[in-house]
C-alpha cells in the first residue's frame, strides 16, 4: 500500500519460499501467497503477471479447499478485475459470476463481500458502456451496503 511494489514482491516471494519448505505444495496458505505476489502486479498495472500468479491459487484452492469455500470466491473475484483491467470483459462477467455463484452459497445474503461482487458487474458493465446494467449493479450493492453496514461507514 505504500508503493514499494518490489519490496513487496521480495518479501512475498520470500514467505512463498519459507512455505513451500514447511508446508504441503497445495496447502491453502500457499494460495494465499500466490495470490499476494499477483495482487503486487496487478497494482502495478502488470495484468499478465497478475493473472498468472491468481491462476496459481485458483487450482491450489480448488484441490485443497471445499468447493464452495469464500476464498474461491475471492480468487475469481480478483481474476475476474485482472480481466477487466485487461479488457476482456466476457472474462470478467464470468469470472465474477463464477465468485458471486459462490458466494450466494457460503455466505449470508446481505454479506458486504456479496456487495462487492455487485460493484465488480457494475465496474464491467460501466467499462462496456451498459449504463442500465451498470447503475442495476450498483444498485444492488448498495443496497446490501445499507443493510450490512453500520450508517457511518465510508
Known sequence: NQGDYEQALKSHEKSLEIKLISLPP???????????????YFDQGDYEKALKSCEKPLEIQLISL???????????????????????YEKALKSHEKS????????PPNHPYI?????????????QGDYEKTLKSYEKSLEIKLI?????HP
Open 148 to 152: 450490512s453496514l453500520p450508517p457511518n
Open 26 to 40: 497445495n496447502h491453502p496458505d500457499n494460495a494465499t501467497t500466490y495470490n499476494n505476489i499477483g495482487l503486487v
Open 100 to 107: 458471486l455463484e459462490i458466494q450466494l452459497i457460503s455466505l
Open 115 to 127: 456487495a462487492a461482487s455487485y460493484n465488480n458487474f457494475g465496474s464491467v458493465y460501466r467499462n
Open 66 to 88: 471445499p468447493p464452495n469455500h469464500p476464498d474461491i470466491a475471492t480468487t475469481y473475484n480478483t481474476i475476474g478485475a485482472v480481466y477487466r483491467n485487461q479488457g476482456d
